[in-house]
């Protein structure tokens, strides 16, 4: 199956650059949030989509990450196209990350049954750092310029583009975000430029259509580090799911979830519970993400 095998050598050829470094919100159930950082996806499904995640990363870990976020989005037949909206709080240690973008894109059919849409994102990037520096010497922080002042805020525009096609059984995206890679000179930070590929396939099994295989790839990459997740559920009747990804040199990560119709949509809740491989494991037991 050639779907099948695209998936595969893009994890084969991209694990020899991964890294262990987190670039942006980091989540084990990116198969779900596709919206967030590809803004082509808005609107791809002929209805209005709603997703929520909550994650405790590193738990046990003092000032350890932990995220909220919020994707609505939906077709709009008079733009020929789709919009959404997304908002996230990131948490991690004394810094705090508010992130809102408005998405839009323009899709066409592509092939017999595949559709291509081509998206932009605009929005704004906010960052504090609350924190009372101690310096090991004792000698008075304010004297490194390099340290931002407690407290300290600073709010930019944050700009993205993305391109996905679909069809009925296989998707693909590209996008990048943070183009502009905004300067926070309050904070002595700089926005780092993200590029993300995603790709995922539905396979029925042959044997019994009652099972469908799902495998699923992202890559994320800040031009200096990347990171791969390797993930593959089954479906049973479209109802009941489990499965598993890889994180590479980072997590092992089972995740169970059900599908349930009701007031005429359809509504997924997933758990996943990431076992991490790395040394942080001596020191975390691990990550929580509710979806």
């Not at 049954?113 to 010497?137: E, F, H, L, Q, Y």
Request: with cysteine; glycine share 8%; charged share 10%.
């Amino acid at each position: 199956n050639f779907s099948l095998s695209f998936l595969f050598a893009c994890s084969v050829l991209l694990a020899p650059f991964a890294s262990k470094s987190q670039q942006d919100v980091q989540l084990s159930q990116f198969m779900f949030d596709r919206l967030s950082v590809n803004p082509a996806f808005a609107g791809t499904h002929d209805a209005i989509c709603g997703a929520m995640f909550y994650r405790t990363q590193w738990m046990q870990f003092q000032g350890a990450p932990k995220t909220g976020l919020l994707n609505i989005h939906s077709p709009v037949k008079a733009l020929h196209g789709g919009v959404g909206l997304t908002y996230y709080n990131d948490r991690l240690g004394n810094e705090t990350n508010n992130i809102a973008r408005l998405h839009y894109n323009y899709q066409t059919r592509l092939g017999p049954i595949g559709t291509i849409s081509v998206g932009m994102s605009a929005g704004i990037i906010s960052k504090r750092i609350a924190a009372n520096w101690v310096t090991p010497d004792g000698t008075a922080w304010h004297f490194d310029p390099s340290i931002a002042n407690p407290n300290s805020k600073e709010t930019k525009s944050d700009f993205g583009l993305g391109v996905y096609y679909s069809t009925p059984q296989l998707y693909v995206g590209f996008s990048a975000t943070h183009l502009g890679q905004q300067s926070m000179t309050t904070l002595n930070i700089q926005n780092a430029r993200h590029y993300w590929v995603m790709a995922g396939y539905n396979y029925a099994m042959p044997s019994n259509p009652s099972f469908v295989l799902k495998p699923n790839v992202l890559v994320k990459s800040d031009g200096a580090s990347t990171q791969i997740d390797i993930n593959t559920q089954v479906f049973y009747r479209n109802t009941f799911w489990a499965g598993a990804s890889y994180r590479v040199a980072d997590a092992v990560i089972p995740m169970v979830g059900v599908r349930c119709s009701a007031a005429g949509g359809t509504i997924t809740a997933g758990c996943s519970y990431d076992v991490t491989t790395s040394k942080l494991a001596n020191y975390s037991s691990g990550s929580l993400e509710w979806a």
